[in-house]
């Protein structure tokens, strides 16, 4: 008699990928670029820690889908980041993966090609040397930790991460951050609670076993330390934003209450825009005039932007593509971008010293 299968019935087939060891070795961290994530990651710890005055800012693409354009920006981006580098410590955001609420392209390490071939270890090669050109240039990197595995092939590249609205009440993500080697900002959930930021942030800083991947791609069974820099990212939620002062506030009491960090970074996109890019320049004034008013907990700010201003659909002729436009959420221009960045400067420039010496 015939023995029905009973595995794998849903499974089409199965590819073995590089390994993480391997694709270092093939894109190893040179010494500036190492010099770069050090520096970056400890800016941003010190910011956290209020040893050092200035606010951090992750800014960039919705997401990266061409790597000529995210060079381009990040050039500019540099610039910018000396001019303003006694106020602001801009952090360059390099998204990789995107969640999906039902289906549509799912970024540039699952489909780096735009055409459903999912070359994904073609996208980890296009990502991880992307990463490295950053940070051979002098630009620290932000990125979202979405797919579990993808940290073990980049980590090491990454100054700051993100969890995403959708995943900072997964357990999963919540175990893997505790073993990220970068500070980590858990964003409100998409309904505007903070609840799960919370939990996420009680949870980060534990010690934490589970399963994962080992630098030679075995199964392993994972023990952290815990993260000690898990702090909320406010991105508004239910269709309503609070990065406004009352909601501020509240989050600085429930945070309190909590007993967590009480650092708060905003999210100047998402519900907190309306998901209007225009608008994000006005939630960089709202948080300018908090901060002068007297808002001690504010350390971090997001931004999307990109060369050009909106986003367009993926068309089907790839040739059609608009050069600097996002392909995910709307973006504000590079205009727009430098004007916003150098007024928040000139603005914070006297005060944020002025700030942290009052925190001591």
């Known amino acids: 008699m015939a023995q029905e299968q009973v595995d794998d019935l849903n499974i089409e087939s199965q590819t073995l990928l590089i390994t993480p060891r391997e694709l270092k070795a093939k894109l190893p961290l040179t010494d500036s670029a190492r010099n770069t994530v050090a520096a970056g990651r400890n800016a941003v710890r010190d910011i956290l820690d209020h040893k050092d005055h200035r606010l951090f800012v992750v800014i960039g693409p919705c997401s990266i889908h061409d790597v000529k354009a995210a060079h381009e920006y990040a ?71 979405l797919d579990p595995i993808t940290p073990q092939y980049l980590q090491d590249l990454i100054t700051w991460s993100a969890i995403g609205a959708r ?23 998409t309904d505007g609670s903070l609840e799960v930021a919370i939990n996420a942030m009680l949870s980060v800083r534990s010690q934490h076993r589970f399963l994962g991947i080992d630098i030679d791609g075995k199964t392993a069974i994972t023990v952290t330390r815990g993260n000690p820099y898990g702090h909320v990212v406010l991105r508004g939620g239910g269709g309503k934003p609070n990065y406004d002062s009352v909601s501020v506030a509240l989050a600085e009491q429930a945070l309190e209450k909590a007993k967590v960090s009480t650092n708060i970074m905003v999210d100047c996109s998402h519900a907190n825009s309306n998901k209007d890019p225009a608008l994000q320049t006005l939630v960089l004034e709202n948080i300018t005039n908090q901060i002068l008013e007297g808002n001690r907990s504010i350390v971090g700010l997001m931004v999307e932007s ?55």
């Open 306 to 360: 990109n060369l050009r201003h909106g986003n367009q659909s993926i068309p089907a002729d790839l040739s059609q593509l608009e050069y600097g436009v996002s392909v995910t959420d709307g973006c504000i221009g590079w205009d727009d971008t430098e004007q916003s960045l150098r007024t928040m400067a000139e603005r914070l420039r006297h005060v944020l010293p002025q700030r942290m010496a009052a925190q001591d």
């Open 167 to 189: 995943t900072t009440e997964s357990q999963t993500h919540r175990e893997m951050s505790s073993g990220l080697s970068s500070p980590v900002g858990f964003k409100n959930g």
């Open 75 to 145: 050039d500019r981006l540099k610039a910018l980041a000396d001019e303003v580098s006694d106020t602001l410590l801009l952090v360059l955001r390099v998204y990789f993966e995107k969640p999906r609420t039902t289906v549509g392209w799912k970024g540039l390490i699952n489909d780096p090609y735009m055409n459903d071939t999912f070359k994904i270890e073609d996208g980890l090669h296009i990502a991880r040397q992307l990463l490295v050109d950053m940070a051979e240039k002098g630009l620290p990197t932000a990125t979202e930790a």
